[in-house]
């Protein structure tokens, strides 16, 4: 019932490789002994076969058939990606053992647990504990009587694991099943089970700060729909403190579980009604479990919550499938306020193709990392991995792995390391073997925030444009990067005054310095500097310039009528596209006095927005009559001119 994959991957076409992407600062494909097929998990519980020590060391468990026993196999890895150790458990009467999850202690040491045929024709928790050399510590067994499996481990402050698992009942029903084993010697010190009077299922597990742990599910009520059931049971003892649950009239299943530090809980899960998936997001109160808050995100087809995590504010963040207007899904990743639920920002991720969001994480400058993978052929799914800035969600930047046989290559989970994550997943590397996959993604911190992307974006009537952002704090420059696919057009440093922000308030910009090619999709970004720093670069932001048509008539404002100076400022407001202006000034009687092409800058409008304006170098005659116009112009020519206005001065 731990629908982790709940979706199948479909067909899709090859996609481009991305700009701005981000490789991986070290990857590793793992097999089994001798080279055999080795599955991350047991091939579809995933979530839980990636944990890291407090020296940056990686663990990897799985399922491989050594020696014809299916077994579990366990994998070290150092920081650098260097294989220290790996082991293999198999039962002695050679019946299969399919590992579910892996965790680790405070000193290195290595917890592994899963399904494993026991003495008789049932399933029994397997949970094994070895040492940071890989030396196996000990063994046990917890048998119910009939099926049991265990799905997922956690570890307390006194190094004691406890266990999410499901049993079978006399009834023939599935009950929840948590278990406590001492880390000293693997004894068992509690067990608790939750039995609804129907199936009950476990899909996730988390533990507080108070060694406490929540168990997220769920249970089929008498109508025969599922129902959220989250569990917060002592740590202690194995009291349950409080149960909730959740019915939204149909199937309602949570799929990921996230605690903030105070231990509330956040769940990423889906709700069914009127047979459309939309997907669930809740946060529940850490003393009672009382629901603080609910969302229904959707978009309106078919919409499915995979993971959380939550940053070191509180906030969680959402991974989401989501199927969009084509039919194929997309990543969807949503970040929310915790107080109150509210959205920060909902950002979509198409690669053209089917895309499959399953786990994510964040870096270490609160940027959302999102992992899964994206059809690009026949029964083929690459890698892919796209990470999301902190401020508004706009994509960072991406990486895509396709392994060597072109089948299969998912990666479906992410654990946060200092300064970037860790991905696992499969790939298929030749034939049929199968590997799991682990990638270590490094991202610089910067104690300056990216700058926030304005204009341009989208479709652009001027082959100049005017890059606009909105200021750093702290910052003393910046730095604008514009690429055409991976070539880069603009690559500047610019000071306040060039960014068109002297005092660092308002908007910064800068025109791009030569016209653009017309029809050319451009990318850009910007980053903050001053002086002993950068920031991370802000999300790209696409545009296509074209020459389009000469701008309309700008609309003239002052002067008009008497006037009180033989010096006024002329003011227009803009006309959309200009990237200049011509103003004219005729004599009462139809002479030309003056005709002036104006830059934006020389208008006192560099952004085009707002009002321009110009004032004559030499003042005008006392008490005669004048007119004036102004045309605006671009890439595509000159467009018209305004109707004029007349004026008298003093």
Known sequence: MKSVLPLAAALGVAVAAPSFAQPPAWSASIHGPGSVSLTLGNGKYVTKALALDRSGNIFLTGSSTVAGKLSFVTTKLSASGTVIWQKVFSTASGVPASVAAVAVDASGNSIVTGPAVGTGPTSDVKILKYDVDGALLWEKRYDGGRDDASYGAVIDGAQDVIVAAESINAAGNADVRVLKFSGANGALLWQRGYDSGFHDYVNDIAIDGAGDVVVAGASLNAAGNTDVRVLKISGASGAIRWQQSYDGGGDDQPYGLGLDAAGNAFLAGFSMSGGRATALAMKLAAADGRLLWRKNIEAGYADYGQAVAVDAAGDPAFAIQSMNAAGNYDFRTVKVRSADGITSWNRTFDSGADDFAYGLAFDGSGNVVTVGSSASGAGDTDWRIVRHAAADGAVLDQDTFAGAANAADDAFVAAAIPGGVVVAGSSRESGTLQAARVARYDYPVSALAAPAPGEPSGA???????????????????????????????????????????????????????????????????????????????????????????????????????????????????????????????????????????????????????????????????????????????????????????????
């Open 460 to 650: 652009v009537s001027s082959l100049s444009p005017t890059y606009l952002w909105t200021p750093v704090a702290g910052a003393t420059g910046y730095k604008l990067r514009v690429k055409n696919g991976a070539a880069t057009v603009v690559d500047v440093a610019l000071t306040l005054s060039l960014s068109m922000c002297p005092r660092n308030t308002g908007a910064c910009g800068y025109v791009q310095p030569t016209p653009l090619a017309s029809g050319t999709t451009y990318t850009w970004q910007v980053a903050a500097t001053n002086g002993s720093a950068t920031s991370l670069f802000s999300g790209p932001r696409s545009f296509t310039p074209s020459s389009g048509a000469a701008p309309a008539a700008p609309v003239p404002g002052a002067p008009s009528g008497p006037i009180t100076t033989t010096s006024p400022m002329f003011l227009w407001t803009p006309a959309p596209g200009a990237t200049g202006y011509t103003l004219q000034v005729f004599t009462g009687a139809g002479a030309l006095v003056s005709s002036t092409p104006l830059t934006l800058v020389e208008a006192q409008c560099p952004r085009n927005t707002g009002a321009c304006g110009y004032t004559l170098p030499s003042a005008l005659a006392r008490r005669s009559a004048y007119t004036w116009r102004v045309s605006g112009s671009n890439a595509a020519g000159t467009g018209p001119y305004s109707a004029s206005v007349a004026f008298v001065t003093p």
